[in-house]
């Protein structure tokens, strides 16, 4: 459009040129506004569209800054916040910018959020705004939203205090998947301690603490509601409260092979010296402890152990081993241990005794805590962990892997890869 006023302009002053009535003098005083005009006008719109394409490139570029609070399951006001935050920063950059009117919203785009960033500029044109009347107008709209999706796989249900807790120079390694605590994170720093959080995402409701955690963590993201409160479990009730039943462990310590068939174990159960216990495949409720001691081995493959209230596993014998796959198929298909009853039943996981625990562990109302010395569940194609808290401390660490085809156990709902709470590790504008 400008080349053509400039070639108008031009052929214009030509024609006069060659002239060669006497009026040419006057025409030429008539035409000189007329050229003004024209190339006044040229300038002006060449500013106009250079500041349009700038305010543009600010509108997308603050749309791709705000979606990953999406990705992290933030409150839509903590994307908006974002956006204009962004945006007021540039334009204060901007010398001679234009009046710009901003507006930030959250839309529903392809099935997920996106944020929406409309800026509309004002710019007084030449003549007092008379060409175009009342000056120019022009917009710069720009939509993005989360890419790649975030597997969820640790998650601290509880919303007060410290939900996920790593002390010492212990460490959780999550380095494909997402990492949130609906109240706060932190890790201990020197000279404390040197512990440490790695994930593909980590975020917290309320604040991150620490300086030991990869990435940078998000803070102020949304709560994720327990995928599991709903879970129900069979009452243990009928197993004897007296006698034999709540005193006298069954005890295997001779170094042979015994195999569990699933269903309520209600006596207390004491494994040691170099005895290995094979849990069939099924559901196993403990109402009483089960107690690893010595070399004592605990195995099981489509298994799902539930621990009652004052059942709380103790896998702390010196070189006792854990190595278990979680459930296949039936109403806890993918969860591998759990427990949910009152009185904060715990569950502990001694670092390297737990070769493997592929599946959810679900702790509704207590703690998980990894503590003692190597790597717990490193061998898991993967691991879920959901609990009230999560605690990690001394010089253990846990291997959270992620490789959710490389097992036939399936991923419930709202976990890993099926959950809706984490977010997108990248963005692209979609408009």
């Known amino acids: 459009m400008i080349p053509g006023l400039r070639r108008r302009a031009l052929d214009l002053v030509q024609r006069l040129l060659r002239e060669t009535r006497g009026s040419i003098a006057l025409k030429f005083a008539l035409a000189v506004p007329a050229v003004a005009m024209l190339s006044v006008g040229a300038i002006d719109l060449a500013a106009v569209t250079t500041a349009q394409s700038r305010l543009q490139a600010i509108a997308d570029a603050a749309a791709l800054a705000a979606?990953?609070?999406?990705?992290?399951?933030?409150?839509?006001?903590?994307?908006?916040?974002?956006?204009?935050?962004?945006?007021?920063?540039?334009?204060?950059?901007?010398v001679d910018a234009p009046t710009v009117e901003a507006a930030y919203e959250v839309i529903e785009q392809d099935e997920q959020r996106a944020i929406q960033v409309r800026l509309e500029g004002h710019r007084i044109s030449f003549f007092a705004n008379m060409l175009p009347p009342g000056g120019w107008r022009f917009e710069?709209?720009?939509?993005?939203?989360?890419?790649?999706?975030?597997?969820?796989?640790?998650?601290?249900?509880?919303?007060?205090?410290?939900?996920?807790?790593?002390?010492?120079?212990?460490r959780i390694m999550a380095p494909d998947c997402g990492i949130h605590s609906n109240a706060k994170i932190k890790v201990q720093d020197p000279p404390q301690g040197t512990?440490?959080?790695?994930?593909?995402?980590?975020?917290?409701?309320?604040?991150?603490?620490?300086?030991?955690?990869?990435?940078?963590?998000?803070?102020?993201?949304?709560?994720?509601?327990?995928p599991f409160a709903s879970m129900s479990f069979p009452s243990l009730d009928g197993c004897p409260f007296t006698g034999n039943g709540q005193i006298n462990p069954m005890k295997f310590e001779d170094g042979g092979t015994y195999y569990f068939e699933p269903g309520i174990h209600c006596r207390p159960i004491q494994i040691g010296y170099n005895t290995r216990v094979i849990l069939k495949p099924g559901d196993h409720f403990?109402?009483?402890?089960?107690?690893?001691?010595?070399?004592a081995r605990l195995e099981g493959e489509d298994v799902f152990l539930f621990?009652?209230?004052g059942s709380d596993p103790d896998f702390n014998g010196q070189f006792a081993?854990?190595?278990?796959?979680?459930?296949?198929?039936?109403?806890?298909?993918?969860?591998?241990?759990?427990?949910?009853g009152g009185g904060s039943p715990n569950i502990i996981l001694p670092g390297e005794k737990v070769e493997r625990l592929l599946g959810v562990v679900y702790v509704r109302n207590g703690f998980l805590q990894v503590t003692g010395n190597g790597v717990a569940a490193e061998d898991s194609a993967w691991t879920v962990i959901v609990a009230k808290q999560v605690i990690s401390n001394g010089t253990a660490r846990i291997r959270i892997n992620a490789d959710y085809d490389g097992s036939d156990v399936p991923v419930p709902n709202g976990v890993g890869p099926n959950a809706g709470g984490m977010g997108a590790s990248g963005t692209r504008l979609v408009n």
């Not at 399951?73 to 901007?94: N, P, T, Y």
């Not at 403990?286 to 070399?295: A, D, H, P, S």
């Not at 081993?321 to 949910?340: D, E, F, I, Q």
Request: glycine share 14%; hydrophobic share 45%.
């Open 286 to 295: 403990f109402r009483k402890n089960l107690v690893l001691q010595g070399r």
């Open 140 to 170: 710069a709209l720009a939509t993005a939203v989360s890419v790649g999706k975030t597997p969820l796989c640790v998650l601290g249900t509880g919303t007060t205090g410290l939900m996920i807790d790593v002390l010492g120079s212990s």
């Open 67 to 94: 979606a990953p609070t999406l990705g992290l399951a933030a409150d839509e006001a903590v994307a908006r916040g974002r956006a204009e935050a962004f945006v007021e920063a540039q334009l204060s950059q901007w």
């Open 195 to 226: 512990a440490q959080i790695e994930g593909r995402k980590i975020q917290s409701r309320l604040t991150a603490i620490g300086g030991g955690m990869t990435p940078t963590p998000g803070q102020g993201a949304a709560e994720i509601v327990d």
């Open 321 to 340: 081993r854990v190595n278990l796959v979680g459930r296949k198929s039936g109403p806890y298909a993918g969860m591998v241990m759990a427990t949910v």
């Open 307 to 309: 621990f009652n209230h």
